[in-house]
């Protein structure tokens, strides 16, 4: 996060999206060689490597880039580009904690503090990130997958647009809003198995299921 945070800091206004896509990458590349870690390992174990997702408004192009798991909005319109892989295993990760929910000895909070389901899909997780940047973009250090990266351009008449990270399921035109929607959804359904499904959910000590930033920008 670090690294492309500052890249991003310096990056020229003009620069299209393919060389941001190519000058990261290098970017992490470099960072790993001069660390002493092994690319030839990294490049059969993915799990392993350095991994950001990032939404991007270009303002000189009036684009907006989406590298990776993230969401915005268009002047209210949804876009998003998630993980192709995760809506199938968080349905089984509920279905698991349904089906356990019949025990006479399960209790939500005992997820909480060690979620077994997610335990049982972790392998399948692992093994699906063996096609980061092959069926699905991040930014981790190798070429990033071309047609996983969504470039949106903007009209004219955009007035406004959200930035954002998935963290927040309920994305809405404010951050108010959105917080207030995701707060609803950790009182409700802490465990992310019905309204919203995830591959993990709220754990004992922490705020949310995930981290989030909101971004609201008038262009």
């Known amino acids: ?3 492309v945070a500052d890249f991003i800091r310096k990056m020229a206004d003009d620069l299209k999206c393919e060389d941001f896509c190519d000058r990261i990458t290098k970017i992490i590349a470099t ?3 001069f660390n002493g870690i092994d690319l030839q390992t990294l490049a059969v174990r993915p799990e392993e490597r350095l991994c950001a997702s990032a939404v991007i408004y270009n303002r000189y192009r009036r684009q ?3 590298i990776g798991d993230c969401a915005c909005l268009v002047d209210g319109v949804l876009y998003d ?3 192709p892989y995760e809506s199938g295993l968080a ?3 509920a279905r698991l904690i349904q089906e356990s929910a019949q025990d006479l000895f399960f209790t939500p909070e005992a997820l909480m503090d060690h979620d077994t389901a997610r335990d049982a899909i972790l392998p399948s997780l692992i ?5 980061e940047n ?3 973009a991040v930014i981790d250090g190798f070429p990033i997958y071309n047609n996983g990266v969504k470039i949106i351009e903007l009209e004219d008449s955009v007035k406004e647009i959200v930035l954002a990270s998935d963290g927040y399921p309920f994305l809405l035109p404010s951050l108010e809003e959105s917080e207030a929607a995701l707060q609803r959804q950790l009182a409700e359904d802490p465990l992310c198995i019905r309204t919203f499904k995830a591959t993990k ?3 004992n000590g922490q705020v949310s299921f995930d981290d989030r930033a909101y971004l609201r920008i008038r262009v």
């Open 91 to 93: 349905e089984r990760r």
């Open 1 to 3: 996060m670090t690294l």
């Open 81 to 83: 580009n998630p993980k």
């Open 64 to 66: 907006i880039w989406m």
């Open 134 to 136: 092959k069926t699905y």
């Open 127 to 131: 093994e699906a990130m063996r096609d």
């Open 201 to 203: 959910g709220l754990m």
């Open 31 to 33: 960072f790993y060689v």
